[in-house]
């Protein structure tokens, strides 16, 4: 019903641009919505939406050259994706099933806080095998959550260079990490 209080809205010449944007770009924006939501029925839903947000804003979407309208319909997907992922986490579950899933879950919390246990001490291990400065860099990124502005003080460079030294420091423990995988079949084999 909106869809079509929308679509009847539209002048001949924003109904032609319309017609137009979407053939120019119902590709990205499918695989957008694909990406996304890894259903193509969804993905389909999706994009029907995003179409309905791009004929609210069209003023917007006329200033943008090319590039620029891929780029703001790929957020507009992944804004549409995420309230829709909002709402379909806030359905209750039944009376019913709510004794079966505390079941399962307590017969599972002992497997995965062991796991999470073995995870922590493997990070540990792997950081500890890093530089300092490779250390501090992912502890801030990722335990800490600090921004790269916050980075860029903690470490004593440019904000600009933060996502490099991020990148190399991931690729330092990406790499110890497959060093001492291969090292634990050796043994292991």
Known sequence: MRRKREINRLTEEDRAFMEALYENHKKTMYYAALRECRDPHLANDLMQDCLVNLIKNIS??????CCKI??????????LYINYAKKESRTTLLPIDQPLIAAIADEKSAEVELEKETTKQTVKDLLDQLSPRDQLILQAKYI???????????????PNSVRTLICRAREHARTI?????KGDEKGNG
């Open 144 to 158: 800490l959550g600090l921004n790269e502005e916050e980075i860029a003080v903690a470490v004593g460079c440019k």
């Open 60 to 65: 917007t979407i006329r200033k943008l050259d």
């Open 70 to 79: 891929d780029a703001y319909i790929v957020v507009a997907i992944r804004r």
């Open 177 to 181: 990490g497959l060093k001492s995988e």
